[in-house]
């Protein structure tokens, strides 16, 4: 199984704190039936310094290949990091071996700007993967964004977390994507070992509903 959204970079953000627990969640994720990891870092800043994701990344690479995970790098970019007036940059943080982006939303209030972000990155022709869109306080507000973004050629990834909450607001656009029949990634949003027994009992909930296209 494919897991496109993790944290198990260690020492970068606020998922791993170092290797020991990086290789417990690679023991983790192996247990929860996953073959091929994109570990993805947050992305908050324009000019955030990634040589230390791609030093960490590769100590970690040799763990993953000794337990058969293929694991992959690419990053979750926050749109308020995008420089609009250098798209192109935004090429160096895809997921690794595919022109997609996983892009982040703001929790609360999106920037006036979003849709023509949204537009400047197609343009690149890249495919976008909205990160846990079911999180964000504005689609929690009104579902309709889920259709735009959708419009829009956007895929939608959904937290195992999500998909097994109590919370209300949450699980409500969860339901609504499985309704619109979007529910094209479910992934664990590792930041350590415990999601990926959440990821296993997501999958076997709603597994023949998800999609996980071609990108």
Partial sequence: MLDIHSHIVFAVDDGSEDLAESVAMLDAA??????????????KSKDTDVTPIHRNFLALKPYAEERRIALRLGFEYNISAIDTTRFDRVREFVLRDADTLLLEMPF????????????????????????????YLP??????LLNELV???????????????????????????????????????????????????????VGAEINYPAF
Wanted: aromatic share 6%; proline share 4%; hydrophobic share 35%.
């Fill in 30 to 43: 192996k247990a929860a039936g996953i073959d091929c990891i994109y570990a993805t870092p947050h992305m």
């Fill in 108 to 135: 609360s209030h999106w920037p006036p700007e979003w849709r023509r972000i949204v537009t400047g990155i197609q343009k690149l022709g890249l495919q976008i993967i909205v990160a846990h869109p079911e999180r």
């Fill in 139 to 144: 689609i929690q507000r009104d579902h309709e």
């Fill in 151 to 205: 419009d829009r050629g956007c895929l939608l990834q959904c937290n195992a977390s999500s998909i097994l909450s109590s919370k209300v607001e949450k699980r409500r656009a969860v339901d609504y994507i499985r309704e619109m029949g979007r529910l094209d990634f479910v992934a664990t949003d590792a930041h350590s070992t415990q999601e990926y027994g959440l990821f296993r009992k997501a999958v076997q909930k």
